[in-house]
């Protein structure tokens, strides 16, 4: 995924959520001035293989298998202090650092590569936090145009972000332990962003002519809320 091709949707989001597009610029920007380059070769080669983005919602304690057989496991969030109580390791860490920063930095520090992820919102805390991650192993991203060493594969949460990146570095197949759009525990903010992961997924399981088992029975919903926001560049 290129930031051509994500753009439109990028666009749809900031639309919807009133986000300003000013603010993720100026959050990539403070990134950008402390990161350092991450070839994408350094998470390993993920190229034809089963990838689990594990989700962080509560039914990940009941679906740990599906990552532990995975050959490659990519954490959103605390979904990566689940899996590792679990005796899972995991092989990248997608974050907005928003929840479990520190998780985060003892993983770089470990050589597990960390996706760290700067919008709007979190300008304060990307200053913070990303000097004490290791710098080899940081892949700072925006959602924004990427810049220097910040890089945007797509996505917009951080579970869907990782499935992206699974994604642009050659995912044979996606499983997603983890999920749940419908989770009743999530505040109004929480549940639109699942809904938006939702139509992310869609999209790249569309992209990719595959069938993502977690959209399964929520396909026509999901297509008509992609169609609404991105009209005639729904069928790109």
């Known amino acids: 995924m290129n930031f051509d091709a994500f753009e439109p949707v990028y666009e749809a989001i900031l639309a919807d959520f009133g986000f300003d597009r000013a603010a993720d610029e100026r959050a990539r920007d403070v990134a950008a001035d402390l990161a350092t380059p991450f070839p994408l070769n350094r998470l390993g080669d993920w190229s034809g293989a089963t990838v689990a983005v594990a989700g962080a919602a ?39 650092l928003d929840k479990n920063p520190e998780t985060a930095a003892e993983l770089t520090r470990e050589g597990v590569p960390v996706v760290a992820h700067a919008h709007g919102d979190n300008i ?36 869907d972000r990782a499935a992206f990146l699974a994604d642009h570095v050659g995912a044979g197949e996606l499983i997603f332990p983890g999920w749940n759009f419908d989770d009743p525990d999530v505040d109004p903010m929480k549940a639109r962003k699942l809904d938006w992961a939702a139509r992310l997924l869609r999209w790249l399981e569309r992209r990719r002519g595959e069938a993502f088992a977690v959209l399964d029975g929520r396909r026509e919903a999901v297509d008509a809320a992609l169609r609404e926001a991105l009209g005639d560049r729904f069928d790109d």
């Open 58 to 96: 509560p039914c990940l304690a009941d679906e740990v298998s599906l990552a532990r057989d995975a050959d490659v496991v990519v954490a959103a969030s605390t979904a990566a202090d689940v899996l590792a109580d679990r005796g899972v390791a995991v092989d990248c860490m997608v974050t907005d």
């Open 124 to 159: 304060p805390t990307v200053r913070d936090w990303l000097p004490r991650f290791a710098d080899e192993w940081t892949l700072a991203t925006t959602q924004a145009a990427p810049v220097g060493p910040v890089r945007n594969t797509g996505g917009f949460t951080d579970g």
